[in-house]
C-alpha cells in the first residue's frame, strides 16, 4: 500500500474535455476528408467498375473524373468542407459546453 494516494475530491476527467481548440479540430478534419478524397479517388482509379467514386462526384461541385483539374478541385473542396465543419462542430461544442457545462 506504498505511494497511495487517497483524494477527497475527484480529479477532472482527461478524457472528457471542456474545451475543444477550433483551429484544431477545423484541421483535423480538412486533412481528414482530404485524405479520404484522394484514397477513394485512387480507388475509383485502380477499380472503376466498382463504382466507388460517383459519390464524390455527385457530392462535390465541378468534378467531371479522373484529371488533374478535378483532382485539384476535390482536395480544395475538402479542405475547405472539412474545416468549416471541424470548426463548427468546435464552437458548438464549446458554446454548449459554456452554458450547459
Known sequence: ???TVLHGQ?????AMPSHVSVPVLGATLAVFAAISFLLCMLL???APDWGLHRPWL????GLTGFDLRS???GLLQSV??????????AAIFN???RRLG
Not at 475527484?10 to 482527461?14: I, K, Q
Request: aromatic letters at 20%; proline letters at 6%.
Open 58 to 61: 455527385q457530392f462535390y461541385l
Open 95 to 97: 458554446f454548449i459546453s
Open 10 to 14: 475527484p480529479a477532472s476527467s482527461p
Open 1 to 3: 500500500m506504498a505511494n
Open 44 to 46: 475509383g482509379f485502380v
Open 80 to 89: 475547405i468542407f472539412g474545416g468549416y465543419a471541424g470548426a463548427s462542430i
Open 71 to 73: 483532382l485539384a478541385l
